[in-house]
């Protein structure tokens, strides 16, 4: 036999064999179906399936929760001994969890059965079909979906199914130090609107020598979370239903309240990193940052730290305050075996004894109503706070939890005013559209009629 | 005239110029059978790795990029070159171009200009240059990740190094986070702290590989240091600039890690890689958006490379 295979020729097959191979290679999404997936709100039928004996628990530990999610984990695995389940530090956040979470469901390896998935997440892997009603799995094992705290659970249903369960739940709270509002003779407690606090913040700024009266939660962070507060106290908001309003003259005072805080009146700063800390480290006398901060701020606050509601606004005074942090879902790319134990393991997080644990440890709210608090609240009073505040919460503007990329947009033009002195008007009206563009492409065409 | 793969003995066509025949085959002898195999058992291995892992990815990207997919959804729809013309028809392409070109320019010159003058300076003959050659070296083998994050602690504008420092002297402390502009300019000076050492350590190889003979022959001639340098040195040192020139360059526009711990939200430091991170990875889930622009870095990072080998190595003077 006759070879005639010159280096031009192999190179020739070499390259035609990788862009072949290349090609092959091009997985991917789907192409032929035309448009986007959402998940199927179809009961799923458990009837007969074991559940499997190991799962992966992904988790970004809210709150600094490691150390309490292995001590559930643990009891679970001993009122479940064929079940074992892997804890896995999926991310340092909930953004980083999401990023590894989606770049599994693309790969369509590896998933986890548990996956924790923030406020502004869970819609997303539904309109991406990524995770399943839990509805036939909380009937089969008989969950008391009625003892959440209803606008806890409220949060993660559409379509008249439950797309998650909620987990380290958290609203904003109101942190001030207690030592510097004494030295400026001011009363124990939280402002009751922003009008008494901007009263106030010259005369803390005066007496307590702290860089700031107070400071804004760092824009990187959840900005576009922590702001509502203020839009809704004025009468504004990021959004109404699916109408974006953060151009509205409510919205826009708000934000040109806030610009003046920093740079007309000087007595607020921003946070470069995260204003728990800040406020921790004495730089500033007061902030607003998550329940789940509580615990790390108690401990790491070398002075008395004061606890309350948010400040109202000029046009609302009360439910000023938004709902947030994370729940648990499971993804539907996954085997039945696996999420019925990774229902299982839902059941028995969410079960009273084990929120009071979860809430113990990290300072995030109950999610059951019949959770013993009593020797929690003994230990860390400052939680009935926001006990309390949960009965004044308001759910979150769509803009914000359903928009994909919302948040960063939010933070963007959040930076431009409070950060480079932008104009509010003009940066609202951009964002505006930004927003609007958002919705039309992303978000629209997914939504049931 | 066709190069043969393995062929022993060498080939021997006996085509005169005005001959239109076919090239002679040879037969395959036994042995040049057995070198072809032993080539193939060195290369393929080498050529699959190759296949799988860089051109694979790089095919799939630019299939990827005529999508519109959300990262994490089964289902994709086929838009052509329509990720491409919203990328350039929006605000986000001269942001993020400008932002790339002056990241990129600043820290390619900052690096190359300053190692080169540390490089002069540790090509000095004196006491301690071992240890400074060192000490300039270090941070550029030291993780992006731990660099950044130490630095962030010595920019953050509260509790930081530098604010408390320039409080000391009753200054506050620009707000290098918050602001973009100084975002940019905050990234830009630890990448080039970072890097200066590669640069310097290149730079000082081409100095003391400098034929002394030449410096010692211009010195005779009356001229002076700057002269020398300038006259001598520089030009016979273009090949390690013109190395430098497409390593830094190449590196610089694929610098991520800093960028990514320092600017999580690339709020004025967003470069074409880190906007092509945040578009699929961030917040949008964008992948087929960040695909495109994945391919737009990969042209520019291929036309300027195309450029160098061809222009400007010409210009670069081999001793």
Redesign the interface.
């Known amino acids: 036999m006759t070879l005639h295979l010159d280096r031009r020729h192999f190179l020739g097959l070499a390259g035609v064999t990788a862009s072949a191979a290349a090609l092959a290679a091009c997985g991917g999404p789907s192409t032929t179906g035309g448009g986007q997936a959402t998940s199927q709100a179809a009961d799923i039928d458990f009837n007969g399936v074991k559940p499997a004996a190991k799962i992966d628990f992904w988790s970004s530990h809210p709150g600094q929760s490691q150390d309490v999610e292995k001590s559930l984990i643990e009891k679970f695995q001993a009122k479940n001994p064929g079940i074992s389940v892997n804890l896995v530090t999926a991310g340092a956040n909930y953004e980083e969890i999401a990023q590894k979470f989606q770049t599994a469901q693309a790969a369509k390896s590896g998933l986890p059965a548990v996956v924790v998935l923030s406020d502004v997440w869970w819609f997303r892997y539904y309109t991406n079909g990524s995770i399943i009603p839990v509805d036939s799995l909380t009937k089969q094992l008989d969950m008391k979906m009625d003892d959440f705290q209803q606008s806890l659970i409220n949060d993660y249903e559409y379509d008249g199914k439950q797309w998650a369960v909620p987990y380290g739940r958290s609203t904003p709270l109101f942190y001030y130090n207690k030592d510097h509002f004494a030295a400026a003779g001011l009363p124990d407690r939280a402002p009751k609107t922003w009008d008494e606090f901007g009263q106030w913040a010259p005369k803390l700024k005066a007496a307590s020598g702290a860089q700031y009266a107070y400071i804004y939660p760092a824009l990187a962070g959840y900005a576009g979370w922590t702001l509502q507060n203020m839009l809704w106290g004025w009468g504004g908001g990021w959004s109404k239903e699916w109408d974006i309003i953060c151009d509205s003259t409510e919205s826009v005072a708000a934000l040109q309240w806030a610009q003046d805080s920093i740079y007309k009146d000087k007595w607020a700063g921003v946070s470069s990193k995260e204003a728990a800390d800040d406020f921790s480290a004495g730089l500033t006398s007061a902030t607003i940052a998550s329940t789940g901060s509580l615990l790390g701020i108690l401990k790491s606050a070398k002075f008395n730290v004061g606890v309350g509601f948010l400040p109202g606004g000029p046009k609302a005074a009360t439910n000023v305050c938004p709902t947030g942090g994370a729940g648990l879902g499971i993804p539907s790319g996954i085997s039945k075996e696996e999420q019925l134990a990774a229902g299982m393991f839902l059941d028995f997080v969410t079960q009273p004894e084990s929120t009071a644990e979860f809430s113990a440890a990290t300072g995030y709210m109950p999610t059951r109503k019949s959770a013993d608090m009593k020797a929690v609240l003994a230990k860390t009073p400052q939680i009935q706070t926001a006990v309390d505040q949960l009965a004044v919460t308001k759910v979150q503007d769509n803009a914000r939890v359903f928009l994909p990329g919302a948040d960063q947009e939010m933070a963007k033009a959040a930076a431009k005013i409070l950060t480079q002195q932008g104009d509010v008007k003009s940066t609202m009206t951009e964002l505006k559209a930004t927003l609007e563009g958002i919705y039309t492409k992303d978000v629209k065409p997914k939504l049931k009629a | 005239m066709?190069?043969?793969?393995a062929p022993q003995p060498p080939a021997k066509t006996n085509r005169s110029p005005g001959q239109s025949g076919k090239v002679p085959?040879r037969?395959?002898t036994a042995r040049s059978?057995r070198d072809?195999f032993v080539f193939l058992a060195m290369a393929l291995p080498n050529?699959v790795l190759?296949?799988?892992f860089t051109?694979?990815p790089?095919?799939?990207n630019v299939?990827?990029s005529t999508?519109d997919?959300?990262?994490?959804?089964?289902?994709?729809?086929?838009v052509g070159l329509g990720n491409y013309v919203t990328f350039f028809s929006s605000n986000d392409a001269p942001k993020v171009l400008g932002t790339t070109a002056v990241f990129t320019v600043v820290t390619v010159g900052g690096s190359m200009l300053l190692g080169l003058l540390v490089a002069l300076a540790l090509n000095a003959k004196v006491r301690g240059t071992t240890f400074a050659r060192s000490a300039v070296f270090a941070p550029y083998v030291l993780s992006g990740v731990g660099v950044g994050l130490v630095w962030?602690f010595i920019f953050?504008?509260?509790?930081g190094v530098l604010a408390w420092l320039l409080r000391g002297i009753g200054h506050q402390s620009p707000?290098?986070?918050?602001?973009?502009q100084l975002s940019l300019v905050m990234v830009i000076l630890v990448y080039v702290w970072k890097n200066l050492g590669y640069c310097a350590v290149v730079y000082l190889a081409g100095l003391q590989s400098l034929p002394q003979e030449v410096m010692e022959a211009a010195s005779l001639d009356g001229a002076n240091g700057f002269r020398r340098f300038t006259s001598i040195s520089l030009p016979l040192l273009s090949p390690t600039t013109f190395f430098l020139l497409i390593t830094t360059l190449l590196s610089s526009l694929q610098a991520f890690d800093l960028i990514r711990i320092m600017?999580?939200?690339g709020?004025g430091t967003s470069t074409l890689i880190y906007e092509a991170y945040?578009q699929a990875?961030?917040?949008?889930?964008r992948?087929g958006y960040s695909a495109a622009i994945s391919v737009v870095l990969f042209a520019i990072l291929l036309v300027i490379t195309v450029l160098q080998l061809r222009f400007v190595e010409r210009k670069v003077h081999y001793s």
């Not at chain 2, 953050?156 to 509790?159: A, H, K, R």
């Not at chain 2, 990875?281 to 889930?285: D, I, R, S, T, V």
């Open positions: 066709t190069r043969q793969l085959r037969r395959w059978r072809f050529l190759i296949a799988v051109y694979r790089l095919f799939s299939y990827y999508l997919w959300t990262l994490g959804s089964p289902t994709a729809t086929v962030l953050d504008p509260g509790y707000q290098w986070i918050n602001d973009p600017t999580p939200l709020t945040l990875f961030g917040a949008y889930n992948a």
